[in-house]
């Protein structure tokens, strides 16, 4: 039978670069930081899909830090930078002011599962907070039918800022801001990445690059 515990897909090849060893990852963690704390800058804070801590301590959240993780060795670094998993969104009610999704929620075999009790683990006015996240509704997508960020064998749900702003509302969050950051992202090059776009469609390629719209940063808030 099938393992269907989804570990065996997060070995510690995985977090190899996800140990705050990558710069361009770790300038795209300080302007997610910017976005974050335009709406909260404090409170307790839970990171889905948290691996090495690396984010949260990156931005240097000042409150109590939770996350969720599968690698128990990706555990064990978060857990030196003072990350605790006792608490999570699976086990908590009203508790969090803040859950992080950054580059999670398509990983997830039931997405709408996690949201739900996202919701019920907020407190009231609490956020949360999606990063990274990849788009569906993005000219790349509707040409060559995939994102860079995406893997065949690691993602279950690919969200478009239409569907995931939609499913947010009927769990009766409220969109505060919808971002994509292409144009300020580390990862562009905006020469580059337009000639190999045009390249990619003309010829197809196997290129894979950055674009307008592939990634999408959202928050929302659980109403009072």
Known sequence: MKNLNFKHLYDDSYFQDRNLKDEKRIKSFEQEKELLYKYINDGLICDVGCGTGEFLSKINWPGKRYGMELNENAINIAKTRGIKFDKDILNQIAFFDVI?????????????????????????????????????????????????????????????????????????????????????????????????????????????????????????????
């Open 100 to 224: 992080i999704f950054r580059g999670t929620i398509q990983h997830l075999p039931n997405p709408f599962f996690y949201i739900q009790n996202a919701y019920k683990s907020l407190k009231p006015g609490g956020f949360i907070v999606f990063l990274a996240t990849p788009n569906m509704n993005s000219i790349y997508y509707k040409f060559f039918s995939n994102l860079p960020m995406l893997d065949d064998k690691l993602n279950f749900f690919i969200p478009s800022d239409k569907t995931l702003s939609n499913i947010l509302i009927n769990f009766d969050f409220i969109i505060s801001e919808i971002e994509k950051p292409y144009i300020k992202s580390p990862y562009a090059n905006f020469l580059s990445d337009h000639y190999r776009f045009l390249k990619k469609m003309l010829f197809k390629t196997d290129d894979d690059f950055p674009f307008w719209g592939n990634s999408m940063n959202m928050i929302a808030q659980k109403r009072f």
